[in-house]
């Protein structure tokens, strides 16, 4: 048996996060976070959890009665959402095209679900014909599908053509928001999206831990008249909906802490405007965009869906990816991240999300990542680009 | 759709936490949840992960290398546990002795799982005899046992004799330590207690969000050996040893900020001692416990069973417990709770956990209750109640 463990003071580097998220969390968040608690069922709280669901109905735009903040990462309420609408012998329809899609259909198999696919790439969009035939092949019960893919930079367009195709065919929609809430357009209701998730730690720039969810009626009912049990005891929605409904009965305890921080987060994309904070993640991204082109790199995706909160920067050939990933971190305390499965290797992704979506942060990462490409030998035009992102932040 | 909301700064109640939890969050923890975030995956993180490990470890007084938070609330680490134990035509066998061992079950059939009893009444703990016949009737393969009834303020004694029971027919123990670990003896190895898992907001004052479990070997081989995935994703340890084990692959983001939070509770823990922690709580529950009954109030539990953490009191006849509840809150900011289940309205929970756990609050519970219930009309001495607090805190 171990003796007293002797672990000092936590200093943490002073990091600036461009990678898939975390993101560089706002100081009045983190502010919030060192609020001392009250309880859970504390009548302060509860007022506090009202405050919560109208502001994330704000940013999800929506009027849901069931949007609520998942006891968990992203990953939890990615969970909430599918093994609560997919019950043993559902079919859920997932896509192929990034490493979310995967996610997803693990979830689903989990559940009791069958799961079937609709193909694209990694590093491309679905194609609404594609989501018509495998509707037609398949019937699926749920569709799944990446509104912004964290592993590919990818922006899925043409939502309400997917949503029209699914629910042409009685089925339900799930929408991963994970890299777009609150820094990229989603419209939840006008879309006509049943489900949507996101995580608190990427365009909402709030630390991790309490993951925005909404339902709108129809997919609450399909929940609420299940013939089975969620499989999850934790993340089940009609026991979570007594004590985030009329109720306020305990299920378990909220993570108070990480409440009060989403609440300051939301607070801060009410303070912006959602419409006004979509486009400073659209000028802020496109900054670095300009800058990292016009020094001679590539984005993997095209302009038609790329996407402003994660940026996929094309490796150029004979650049080592992860040694320029360890000389950013080290010599500029900044992080990116590589690729992943399909796109190991060939890509970076460069988040611009939230607090991090500052024209400071664009200009460090261009002006840190050429120099770590011209350590590598590789040849690009440092001053161009920075000269392109300036100019493009209209300075 | 709305508006942007129009919410204001965040200013919750300064209360004092005597309730079954959350507790006081000691200053040191809530200046860790406000340092700014690294990425999950950063080199700094790793090490801060294996600190984390290495001071639950401590905590719990085990050598079991998987040790972790799981991220989420302690139910989450509580369905970890009984998730990735039971596969489906598993019999689990838990206690009918209070609010959560019905959760246990819960837990347990959603995960495939038979579910059969071994009972005792609300407030009192398991009798091994019961539990041995228990098992030659069912011959289950998990045992799951509360170690500490946070609904009841019972703490079981004879662990050993349990757990030595379970492994005389093969089985696994869990144990639920959500009100113990930290502040009530707990010695996972030497009581050979297979799987043991805890809240942070609990004895250890932590805000709730990433939750202590253990399991030694043998449960992990099970774990990693079973025929049917778990049917979390979310917490599927098969998957979590990957990031948490010497792989550090990617599974989900962990919830970084409760991670740092967790990691400054767990060193406060370590600087004073486990032993001397749960000498403290004895101490300062018992003076608590001296003050109540000199004022003429009845513990619930006897003390071979009381459990220092949890303080069950029995409502006086003739007094309303929602209203004395009430009057603390608004009168005294102070929070205590009611009863539940079987012992709805019958009995007052009074936490005295952690940072709670001290003097000043013992003595300002005991003052307040005493207010309280003499605004009701019952007959208590109020001063020599505190002056039993005072005594027996050696003031």
Same mark, same amino acid.
């Given at each position: ?30 502010r ?18 009202d ?6 109905r ?23 959402a ?19 899609g ?39 019960d ?36 994970v ?23 990427k ?46 009965a ?22 912006? !405007?959602?419409?006004? @904070? ?5 000028? %802020?991204?496109? *900054? +670095?965009?300009?800058? $990292?082109?016009?020094? #001679? ?27 320029v ?23 970076w992704?460069?988040?611009?999300? !939230?607090?991090?979506? @500052? ?5 460090? %990462?261009?002006? *840190? +990542?050429?120099?770590? $490409?011209?350590?590598? #030998? ?15 932040l209209?300075?």
């Amino acid at each position: 048996m171990t003796d007293a463990p002797d672990v000092g003071e936590l200093t943490p580097p002073d990091r600036t996060l461009m990678g898939p998220g975390p993101s560089d969390v706002h100081p009045r968040v983190l502010r919030a976070m060192s609020t001392p608690l009250v309880g859970h069922l504390d009548p302060s709280f509860v007022a506090v959890m009202d405050e919560v669901q109208e502001l994330l109905r704000y940013t999800f735009r929506t009027d849901n009665q069931w949007t609520i903040p998942v006891s968990g990462t992203g990953s939890a309420s990615m969970e909430a959402a599918i093994g609560n609408l997919v019950e043993p012998g559902d079919t859920m329809l997932v896509p192929t095209n990034g490493y979310f899609g995967g996610r997803m259909a693990s979830m689903a198999r989990r559940a009791g679900g069958e799961v079937v696919h609709v193909d694209a790439p990694w590093g491309e969009p679905l194609d609404p014909a594609d989501v018509q035939d495998a509707f037609d092949e398949h019937q699926p019960d749920v569709l799944g599908f990446v509104h912004a893919e964290t592993s590919t930079g990818v922006r899925q367009p043409n939502v309400p053509e997917l949503t029209s195709i699914a629910h042409e065919h009685d089925a339900y929609v799930i929408a991963d928001c994970v890299t777009s809430l609150g820094g990229v357009e989603m419209r939840v209701d006008e879309w006509d999206v049943d489900v949507a998730y996101s995580g608190p730690q990427k365009c909402l720039s709030c630390p991790p831990g309490a993951s925005p969810l909404t339902l709108n009626d129809r997919a609450m009912d399909r929940v609420l008249s299940r013939e089975t049990e969620p499989r999850s005891w934790y993340l089940d929605l009609s026991l979570l909906e007594g004590y985030w409904g009329e109720e306020r009965a305990y299920h378990h305890t909220a993570p108070i802490t990480n409440v009060y921080a989403l609440r300051e987060a939301l607070r801060l994309v009410a303070e912006e !405007g959602i419409e006004r @904070r979509w486009e400073r993640h659209l000028d %802020v991204a496109g *900054a +670095l965009k300009a800058g $990292l082109e016009t020094m #001679g790199l590539e984005m993997n995706a095209p302009d038609e869906y790329w996407l402003p909160s994660l940026n996929a920067v094309r490796v150029p050939g004979g650049v080592d990816d992860s040694a320029v990933i360890g000389y950013l971190l080290d010599a500029y305390d900044l992080e990116i991240a590589s690729g992943l499965g399909d796109l190991s290797g060939e890509i970076w992704r460069i988040g611009c999300m !939230g607090h991090s979506a @500052r024209p400071k942060n664009v200009t460090y %990462v261009t002006a *840190a +990542l050429g120099d770590a $490409l011209t350590a590598q #030998g590789a040849d690009v035009d440092v001053d161009a680009g920075l000269a392109a992102t300036s100019e493009h932040l209209g300075e």
